[in-house]
């Protein structure tokens, strides 16, 4: 497998933070979006995705070297660390462990007993890991099972503010609701005891094909 780190991203939408990318083979094939409605399949992050050079050593060695208190992304595109559905507990503490006095964060479409448990200890350990969901009763679910935190993906005219049957609080993320609002200056998605779930609108080249995958489920 091989991987990609760019230390500052020149993303309108993140801003200038440190982002990683993962191989296509860590993403789970139950992912909705998996090979047919993914952004990072379409476009520059598409590109960026199939420009990818460095060895997971690298890669850890250039995260542990980011200077305490950083803010950075992992994955732009692509999973947590395992083929397909499961997850490598050893090199998912490595990267626990590199991000050590760092903020970092990131997001699994992997739902699996095992990578839900993963996800929630590399979570309690410093690196968030954000749960994606794909609609409501999905989000209440995972609530239910002691999961947290929470995003879903919702259509492009998803409210700015909506409320789950179970009763948790869904908002936008900012930086798509916001012209003067990054992952840089918001960093909602790195607080793993944040009070409200995060939910994205269709974005990219296929968004019009998630809307309508979506719609009866949001």
């Known amino acids: 497998m091989q991987f990609s780190f760019v230390q500052k991203s020149a993303n309108a939408k993140t801003g200038p933070i440190p982002q990683t990318y993962s191989d296509e083979q860590t993403c789970p094939p139950s992912c909705k979006h998996y090979k047919t409605t993914c952004y990072a ?98 989000l209440d679910m995972m609530n239910r099972a002691g999961l947290w935190p929470l995003v879903i993906t919702g259509p492009s005219d998803m409210p700015e503010k909506s409320v789950t049957p179970g009763g948790l609080s869904v908002v936008v993320c900012p930086a798509q609701s916001r012209d003067d609002v990054t992952c840089q200056t918001c960093q909602l998605c790195q ?28």
């Open 41 to 138: 399949a379409y476009g520059n992050t598409a590109i960026h995705w199939r420009k990818l050079r460095w060895t997971w050593d690298e890669m850890l060695s250039a995260i542990a070297l980011l200077p305490a208190g950083t803010l950075w992304r992992h994955n732009v595109a692509g999973d947590l660390p395992g083929v397909g559905e499961d997850v490598d507990p050893k090199r998912l503490q490595e990267l626990v462990d590199a991000n050590a006095g760092k903020r970092g964060f990131t997001y699994t479409h992997k739902h699996s007993p095992q990578a839900l448990m993963a996800a929630a200890d590399a979570t309690a350990q410093g690196f968030t890991v954000n749960i994606s969901c794909d609609s409501m009763d999905e």
């Open 191 to 218: 607080r793993k005891d944040r009070k409200v779930v995060v939910g994205f609108r269709a974005h990219g080249a296929k968004w019009k094909q998630v809307d309508f995958r979506l719609k009866g489920s949001v």
